[in-house]
């Protein structure tokens, strides 16, 4: 089975915003992430979330646009797994972690992409230790706290006072009760 992340620990790992990895994740297509639709929480492959990674930093050190910093991660991370296919026939620059990428005829970009590796799975690590899975669907619903009294099976018995009828003349049923003569519909002496 492949190992995958979830949007939520990549985002911790990555030091960005949740919401801000959704955006990105859901606007661009970056290799190595399935799912996302309705309902469905997305897959994040680790390759992708070293594309991420790089992204970022072309983002935060060069001023890349975000579309633009996507397709050249994308390169350097597709260009290490061709470089350490090659490696194993010919040493060459990538021996050492480096990976370049020309962006012009005069420009070049070199990456440790080892160091960079190295440093996301140090973040990894440490964001899935202290992070787990969020519950999804409806939350479960309060329950009242137990009474002692219920639950040992002894009941309580209030008495209550008996009720006063109007003609009895105690207290509650006086006479010149005119909010009680309203409840009862008697509305005083007719005329």
């Not at 801000?20 to 680790?46: C, E, F, K, M």
């Not at 594309?51 to 935060?60: F, I, N, P, Q």
């Not at 202290?130 to 639950?151: L, S």
């Amino acid at each position: 089975m492949r190992r995958t992340y979830t949007p939520a620990l990549v985002a911790l790992a990555l030091e960005v915003h949740p919401k801000w990895l959704d955006n990105v994740l859901s606007h661009h297509a970056v290799p190595g992430v399935a799912g996302g639709r309705q309902g469905r929480t997305r897959a994040i492959a680790p390759s992708a979330v070293l594309t991420l990674a790089v992204a970022l930093l072309l983002m935060r050190d060069l001023g890349a646009p975000i579309a633009r910093a996507l397709q050249a991660a994308a390169s350097l991370v597709a260009g290490r797994r061709e470089g350490d296919a090659s490696q194993r026939e010919a040493p060459s620059a990538t021996a050492s972690g480096v990976t370049e990428m020309a962006l012009g005829p005069e420009l070049r970009l070199r990456l440790d992409l080892a160091a960079v590796e190295r440093r996301l799975a140090r973040r990894l690590v440490e964001a899935s230790e202290g992070w787990g899975p969020r519950r999804r669907g409806r939350p479960p619903g309060r329950r009242p706290a137990p009474r002692p009294e219920v639950e040992q099976g002894i009941e309580r018995s209030v008495e209550l006072p008996p009720v006063a009828s109007a003609t009895d003349g105690t207290p509650g049923g006086a006479e010149g009760d005119d909010d009680a003569d309203r409840r009862r519909g008697d509305h005083g002496p007719t005329a």
